[in-house]
């Protein structure tokens, strides 16, 4: 097995792999566990679909995102900055903060009530341990060492596809619902259709990828900011492995999305439970339906992506704020040299742990969460097409036509979502 592995890690495709796949896999972050549960406890297999509808709108934007980090050698913040009004900017960037501070403080309750569920005793005692745990490794980590460690976690995902095969699943009826769901256009569901589009296509996803590729960037050039320092030749090459990155990180986020869908459908759905609110209720419920070794897998699951998500989360929120207002910024500096920056991800992490004593209702905040995602994704979708569309900015690698009609159709879909998010609220 540890031949395996190594073989595997050694691969020179595996290690191509950086902030595509950490982004996807932080994606499927405890409160999209709950979300994609609650599609398939409300819906069954008919929901399935969606993870294969979004799979080329969340290739095409991010791919565009990750193009203008690599490129401009700054983040999106930074490009937005460049373009337009000040106002425009803040006004992201603000509701960029608060929306991530209430996803880690939602994050970090379901890891501290998965953990209890598992181990017993106090979920706010294990809350707190989990954002100490996380504040730490960003601000006092390496950035290649912090980025090996959160490749690793991405595999905690895993434990989804494990379930599936832990429980018994009528693979005629999987195929049914992906290809001819039985669905009426009411409230409900339309509500559940409009909750995981904005689960998976996230501002935050946007600015971290951007903002990893400008790091990656910094390792390979050692310079910080301008244009790309490299010959056409390199330039296509690196474009070629953003392409891959992109591709994988994404294909494995939706595919993880699949099988929790997959796993409450089987489970939840098939015994009438239909209404799951937390992603450690849906592993809760689970325990009964599944048996103990999917629980056991689910519960760890939530735990293991939520390690993930949380850095995403705060290290996206502190890179925008970061460059806003010309901060130095990067997970590659020390806490001496980008103190705002790493004041940024702890006030997110720390606001996130405090909001958990708080009578905040986590179901509420996810809500307000993913209304506050939905809003601003798509001006900042639309302000990425038109960035990575400009010549100034982009310079002989703006995006070719195919990439821009797929990234104008994801900020389509997701205006739509939008609109079908008030019309249901």
């Not at 996380?134 to 090996?148: G, H, N």
């Not at 999305?257 to 799951?276: K, V």
């Not at 708080?358 to 179901?363: A, F, N, Q, R, Y």
């Amino acid at each position: 097995m540890v031949k395996l592995i190594k073989s595997i890690t050694d691969d020179p495709r595996v290690k191509q792999l950086g902030p595509g796949l950490i982004t996807g896999a932080a994606d499927d972050d405890p409160s999209g566990i709950a979300t994609y549960s609650q599609a398939g406890a409300q819906f069954g297999n008919s929901m399935l679909w969606t993870v294969l509808f979004t799979y080329p709108l969340m290739v095409g934007i991010q791919m565009v995102s990750a193009r203008l980090g690599f490129i401009t050698g700054k983040g999106l913040a930074a490009n937005v900055k460049a373009v337009f009004p000040r106002s425009v900017l803040y006004s992201i960037v603000g509701l960029l903060l608060v929306a991530n501070t209430i996803n880690i403080a939602a994050d970090i309750a379901a890891m501290g009530e998965a953990l209890r569920l598992l181990l017993g005793g106090s979920a706010h005692l294990y809350s707190v341990c989990f954002g100490v745990l996380c504040l730490t490794m960003q601000v006092y980590l390496r950035y290649e060492t912090y980025v090996r460690y959160l490749k690793w976690l991405t595999l905690a995902l895993l434990s989804y596809v494990a379930v599936v095969f832990t429980i018994h699943v009528q693979w005629a009826s999987v195929a049914r619902g992906m290809l001819l769901p039985n669905l009426n256009l009411d409230h409900d569901t339309i509500t559940i259709v409009v909750a995981v589009f904005g689960t998976t296509i996230s501002p935050y996803l946007f600015f971290w990828q951007a903002a990893q590729e400008m790091e990656d960037l910094r390792v390979l050039t050692g310079r910080n900011g301008g244009t790309l320092p490299h010959t056409h030749a390199v330039a296509r090459k690196q474009m070629r492995r953003i392409r891959w990155d992109t591709y994988i990180g994404m294909g494995f986020s939706n595919l993880i999305a699949f099988f929790i869908i997959l796993s409450a459908a089987a489970t939840l759905h098939a015994a009438g439970i239909t209404d799951i609110q937390t992603s450690a209720q849906a592993a809760e419920a689970l325990r009964p339906l599944g048996g103990p070794a999917a629980f056991v897998l689910f519960s760890l699951g939530i735990i293991g992506t939520g390690m993930l998500a949380v850095p995403v989360l705060a290290g996206s929120a502190a890179y925008a704020v970061a460059e806003s207002f010309d901060w130095q910024s990067g997970m590659d500096r020390k806490l001496h040299e980008a103190q705002g920056f790493y004041g940024i991800i702890g006030v997110a992490t720390v606001g996130g742990v405090a909001l958990n004593f708080t009578h905040l209702d986590p179901v509420r905040a996810l809500v307000w969460s993913a209304e506050i995602n939905g809003i601003i994704a798509v001006p900042i979708m639309a302000v990425m097409m038109l960035l990575a569309s400009r010549k100034d900015i982009m310079g002989d690698f703006t995006i070719r036509p195919r990439l821009r009609r797929l990234g104008w159709a994801a900020t389509a879909v997701m205006a739509i979502t939008v609109v079908a998010m008030i019309s249901t609220s």
